[in-house]
């Protein structure tokens, strides 16, 4: 091979790795038996949630997982590779997404990703992908903090309530 094919192909990977480096999640998945539309539907839901997926070449992702430091990917890299990266506005994007579309098209197969900087399993995949949207998250952490404050609003009312009855 020539070097200029070879540079071309380092700085390549140097963008997969810095892509690696900058996601707080990704999930990789074989995407064989998709048709185009059911593709171009998944990657616009990904965009939309702020995820971005990419089909890239095994050797390329496994070089690129490598000089990011996530050398236990390797066995995922076999096969029809697809993999979405999550950013750090949604972390559970990808997984919820690609969770979501593997039960409604059987053809997609999640194969594994990584979560904030470590390998994750399947099983660790699907409960990422079982959480909330970030939103979701806030509605729930605003509910919990509220609570409090309305519990002794009531009591409040239920005290005010009960100077106010006639006495008998």
Not at 148 to 161: G, M, Q
């Amino acid at each position: 091979m020539s070097e200029v094919i070879i540079a071309k192909k380092a700085e390549i990977v140097a963008g997969i790795t810095e892509q690696f480096k900058n996601a707080e999640s990704a999930v990789v998945v074989n995407y064989r038996g998709l048709t185009v539309a059911e593709v171009t539907e998944l990657r616009k839901e990904l965009r939309e949630a702020g995820a971005k997926m990419e089909v890239i070449k095994n050797t390329y992702l496994r070089r690129a997982a490598d000089a990011a430091g996530f050398e236990g990917l390797d066995d995922v890299f076999s096969g029809p590779t697809a993999i979405a990266f999550g950013s750090s506005e949604d972390v559970t994007a990808p997984a919820r997404i690609m969770k979501k579309f593997a039960k409604q098209f059987e053809a997609l197969e999640i194969k594994g990703g990584f979560i904030q900087g470590k390998i994750a399993s399947l099983e660790q995949i699907d409960e990422l992908a079982g959480l909330p949207d970030r939103d979701g998250m806030l509605s729930m952490l605003l509910s919990v903090l509220q609570a409090p404050v309305r519990n002794v609003a009531y009591a409040v009312k239920a005290v005010a309530e009960k100077g106010e009855e006639p006495a008998a």
